[in-house]
Structure formats: C-alpha cells, structure tokens
C-alpha cells in the first residue's frame, strides 16, 4: 500500500474541476480524480470527500491525496466545496446550508451517474471533523423538508430527484452531538445566550434553539435504514471526545450490523490530514482501515 500512497501522494496532476450548484451568485465546485483507463461506461465505485475546519475554514483540496490514492485503487472521487459560516463569498448562516450542499452535490454525482462511469448504488461519504458530521448527517437528519431526500430514500419523498443518501459513510473523528460546546460554531445558538436571562420568552427561546441542535445531532438520529458506518477516532483527540465516537458507534449498531469503531491509542484530531497532527504511518493506517472497510463491502477489489 504504502508503494500506491507515495505514487498517489507525489503526482502532480491537476484534478479536474466541476460545479454542482449555484447559490447566492458564487458557483459550488468539486475537484474530481479519475482512475487510470477510466470511461464513461464503467460502474465503479464512487467516494464523496468532505472535508473539515469547523464549518469555517478548510478546502476540497485537503482531500486530493486520498482521492488520487482511492482513484488508484478504482474509485471516481470528488472532494465537494461546500458555503462556510462566515465564508466571504457565499456565507453560510448555519451548518443547515453546510449540510444542504454536501446533499446537493450527492445528488448531483448520483444523477450524473452515467456521465462519471460509477454505480449509483456504491457511493461513500467520507468526512472529517465537522466534514464527518455532514457525512453522518445526510443519512441521519430530517430538517422540515429534508433537502436531499428524492426518489428512493428511505423517507420515500416521491419528488424525483436523485436520493442524497449514501450507499456507505465513513466518519473520521466526527461531530455527532451538536447539543454542547458545537452549538455556537454549528451557528444554531445567538451571543445573547451568554447573558443571564430569566425572563420566560428567553427560556423558551433557549430550549427552541437547543431543540434544533438536537434534531440536527447524528447521534439522536439513528434509525432503521442507514447505511454501513465505519468510525474512526483517535483517543488523544482533544477536539472531539472520543467518548462521543462510542456512543454513536453504541447507537448506530443496534440498527446496522456494519457499523465498525476504530480507536487509534496515539492518535489526535485530524489524524486522517497529511502533513497535520499525525505522522505518515498514522494516515496511512487510518486510510488502511477505510480501504478494507471498503473491500468488504465489494466497493473496492480486496488487496492481496
């Protein structure tokens, strides 16, 4: 493996570029890596990258590595941009318009199926930090009128547009409870929640915005449906408790038979980033577990 990863790491092709969605006048793209001999009439297998930075930084490019590396081993990858909180260009007001574009560009790869040479029915979701959570939240969150949800998913909303729902989702530390120290980052709590208040319209208030953190929480959203999970997590993790990888993984099993948990003793937040908190051998640990747990579901040919 490690001879496919320094070949992957080291390439200095330019991934293509493609938009999937126009909001607020600025054009949402994705970087997409093609697998060697790739066509348009193949049906391989298809990986959705999402990265990381609290919903207020990070960029598709933190992926291209892994996508050139996944892309040697047969997949089509794509590393989607999604609207940040606070972005300059197309801001995003909350994790909601986060979590609405990471649908969008699912459906769009979905509903271009034919045009990528992937099966529509092997497609994984991989993110990372708060990019794992928007790769949880697509298969666990109904929010009003679920914006991802078309034909075909499990809510069975009949509007004809391709489902959002992944076939497979890997979570690398991921955010799964945004009822705690993530409701202000996730833009689901306002800065007068920091004064003291008593007056009963405030309360309500309080309990109404802790209420909508709680129905866009993964993890108070597990149901019979879901796809196979696998969740890695790193114990020295002073980001995201490790803790909280537990309880999913705990959750998530009762409804889904595979759903694997992998705790890495030494490892810290973000582990699954090059040239970040972990050393090489980290990544490429982490990235072993993601290719086997691929292999197994026969989203990927078994290493031999």
């Not at 708060?130 to 009003?144: F, N, S, T, W």
């Not at 959002?164 to 989702?169: K, L």
């Not at 040239?275 to 990235?287: G, P």
Request: proline share 5%; glycine share 10%.
């Amino acid at each position: 493996m490690n001879i496919i990863l320094d070949a992957a790491i080291q390439s200095d092709a330019v991934p293509e570029t493609v938009v999937y969605e126009e909001r607020q006048g600025v054009s949402l793209k994705m970087r997409v890596v093609k697998p060697e001999g790739w066509q348009a009439g193949d049906r391989r297998t298809a990986l959705l990258w999402i990265h990381g930075g609290g919903w207020q930084g990070g960029s598709p490019d933190m992926f291209i590595p892994h996508a050139r590396y996944f892309a040697v081993r047969g997949a089509v990858c794509f590393s989607v941009q999604y609207r940040l909180i606070g972005g300059a260009d197309a801001p995003a007001s909350s994790v909601r318009d986060c979590l609405a574009d990471c649908r969008s560009a699912l459906r769009f790869i979905r509903g271009h199926a034919s045009t990528w040479g992937i099966d529509p029915e092997r497609i994984a979701v991989i993110g990372d930090s708060a990019g794992g959570y928007l790769a949880l939240a697509m298969q666990m969150v109904r929010d009003g009128d679920n914006d991802g949800n078309g034909e075909g998913s499990p809510d069975g909303i009949p509007d004809g547009r391709p489902s959002a729902y992944a076939n497979a989702v890997i979570a690398c530390n991921g955010i799964a409870d945004l009822t705690q120290q993530w409701r202000k980052t996730a833009g689901l709590c306002d800065e007068s929640e920091a004064q003291p208040a008593m007056e009963e319209a405030a309360v309500e208030a309080w309990l109404a915005r802790y209420g909508e953190a709680r129905r866009l929480s993964p993890i108070y959203n597990v149901r019979e449906g879901v796809p196979p999970l696998l969740i890695l997590h790193g114990l020295r993790d002073g980001t995201v408790a490790a803790e909280e990888a537990v309880r999913l993984y705990e959750a998530y099993k009762q409804v889904q038979s595979m759903t694997r948990l992998r705790l890495f003793a030494d490892a810290k937040h973000a582990f699954i980033l090059y040239n970040y908190t972990a050393t090489v051998a980290q990544t490429e640990e982490a990235l072993s577990e993601i290719d086997r747990f691929l292999s197994d579901l026969s989203f990927l040919p078994s290493i031999k």
